[in-house]
T-cell receptor, first 115, second 113 residues
Framework: QQQVKQSPQSLIVQKGGISIINCAYE??????FPWYQQFPGKGPALLIAIRPDVSEKKEGRFTISFNKSAKQFSLHIMDSQPGDSATYFC??????????????FGKGTLLTVNP | KAGVTQTPRYLIKTRGQQVTLSCSPISGHRSVSWYQQTPGQGLQFLFEYFSETQRNKGNFPGRFSGRQFSNSRSEMNVSTLELGDSALYLCASNQVSGNNEQFFGPGTRLTVL
């Protein structure tokens, strides 16, 4: 059972464009939704995270939009740059008996930003 | 502030052998999580330790085990290795400060021949 579904699998964007990656979750107990960025040979690095009490969070060029009723959340990368080319993972967890450090990940999106 | 350290970075083993991987979390972090990353299954949670106690476990067979020491360093062990255990094993260091932020190490690349 895949509890977090991520799309698309791969995405090609021109420099300066907007990259949009979507995720949908099934478990309504989830209350923490982070996005991670991973470069080849490196571990995932936290980009931005959101909790269900807000519908949008922005940090620099990165924005998370969250739709609790639809059980969906998305990452928007504004003014995409070649240096943003990486694999992006959405994830979810919930605060219960230490489960907040048990992340359920989406399958990942390989983003390529062409110069 | 030093990051998460994982050793070794690369390992080659043969089927049937066992392996031990090590993780040193960020100084002051008392919780460590382990994940397996493969092209087919993606990132999957193995287990999480806090103050030397396993608090959570993922859906992996008993061949996968771990422990945490009093200095918060953690090890994971895989016994009777199978070809399918070839993966990147990632350790995450957790702040345990009211947020859920996890900091990942570079991983250990295990190849089983």
């Amino acid at each position: 059972q895949q509890q977090v579904k991520q799309s698309p699998q791969s995405l090609i964007v021109q420099k300066g464009g907007i990259s949009i990656i979507n995720c949908a979750y099934e478990n309504t107990a989830f209350d923490y939704f982070p996005w991670y960025q991973q470069f080849p040979g490196k571990g995932p690095a936290l980009l931005i995270a959101i909790r269900p009490d807000v519908s949008e969070k922005k940090e620099g060029r990165f924005t998370i939009s969250f739709n609790k009723s639809a059980k969906q959340f998305s990452l928007h990368i504004m003014d995409s740059q070649p240096g943003d080319s990486a694999t992006y993972f959405c994830a979810a967890s919930f605060d219960s008996g230490g489960s907040n450090y048990k992340l359920t990940f989406g399958k990942g999106t390989l983003l390529t930003v062409n110069p | 502030k030093a990051g998460v350290t994982q050793t070794p970075r690369y390992l080659i083993k043969t089927r049937g052998q066992q392996v031990t991987l090590s993780c040193s979390p960020i100084s002051g972090h008392r919780s460590v999580s382990w994940y397996q990353q493969t092209p087919g299954q993606g990132l999957q949670f193995l287990f999480e330790y806090f103050s030397e106690t396993q608090r959570n476990k993922g859906n992996f067979p008993g061949r996968f085990s771990g422990r945490q020491f009093s200095n918060s360093r953690s090890e994971m062990n895989v016994s009777t290795l199978e070809l399918g255990d070839s993966a990147l094993y990632l350790c995450a260091s957790n702040q345990v400060s009211g947020n859920n932020e996890q900091f990942f190490g570079p991983g250990t690349r295990l190849t089983v021949l």
